[in-house]
């Protein structure tokens, strides 16, 4: 199936400081999804980028996107200490329908 | 919209016994997938339902199972419950099977 595993596991910043986090994954893929999860709640969608871009912004979110290191990154600017969470990444291909599957994510602390 | 909405909240029950949690999908969506995430790792798939119909299946035993009925809602049953099937159970809906999931809050699922 496939995974997207995220780098690295854990990230601690200071309140406004850029928050760079990274996924690797390995088969051709149609996008790529990257999720929020507060501690213990569900998981939010932040951005989706498809195959044919290379980068995406939302508000304080930048995601970009290199097919042929089959690998994304996820920039978080002038962070906040509400930005403290997990955050995964999904990569969604051909073969994969609609299931995602999630690494263990990127644990980010961001302190006031 | 109220959005991907789970029941219960939480849960408690003992070795050996059956559990059955529900799951409302969003507003226009068709297409229903259940997660279980045990604590600290990523949210691992269980199954996708599509017209009332399993369309894909992770790794889980046939104790899993699931239903979807004519307007979408979904529900997970889990049989002979283990003491390793404590978790968080995610519901999550999309319309398209290359667009962006919405997750519910979970459900607490804790086995004794």
């Known amino acids: 199936s496939q995974q997207g595993e995220e780098d690295p596991q854990a990230l601690s910043i200071q309140e406004g400081e850029n928050a760079t986090m990274n996924c690797s994954y390995k088969?051709?893929?149609?996008?790529l999804q990257w999720y929020r999860q507060n501690s213990g709640r569900g998981l939010v969608h932040l951005i989706l980028?498809?195959?044919?871009?290379r980068e995406k912004h939302s508000g304080r979110l930048r995601v970009t996107l290199d097919t042929s290191k089959k690998s994304s990154s996820l920039l978080i600017t002038a962070s906040r200490a509400a930005d403290t969470a997990s955050y995964f990444c999904?990569?969604?291909?051909?073969?994969?329908?609609?299931?995602?599957?999630f690494g263990e994510g990127t644990q980010l602390t961001v302190n006031p | 919209d109220a959005g991907v909405t789970q029941s219960p909240t939480h849960l408690i029950k003992t070795r050996g016994q059956q559990v059955t949690l529900r799951c409302s999908p969003k507003?226009?969506?068709?297409?229903v997938s259940w997660y279980q995430q045990a604590l600290g790792q990523g949210p691992q798939f269980i199954f996708q339902y599509y017209e009332e119909e399993e369309r894909q299946r992770g790794n889980f035993p046939d104790r899993f199972s699931g239903h979807q009925y004519p307007n979408y809602s979904s529900e997970l049953n889990v049989n002979a419950l283990l003491l390793g099937d404590s978790a968080l159970y995610l519901c999550a809906s999309s319309f398209d099977s290359l667009t962006e999931a919405f997750f519910g809050q979970g459900t607490r699922l804790t086995v004794v």
């Open positions: 088969t051709s893929i149609n996008n």
């Open positions: 507003s226009g969506h068709d297409t």
């Open positions: 980028i498809r195959s044919n871009e």
């Open positions: 999904a990569p969604l291909g051909e073969t994969s329908g609609s299931r995602l599957t």
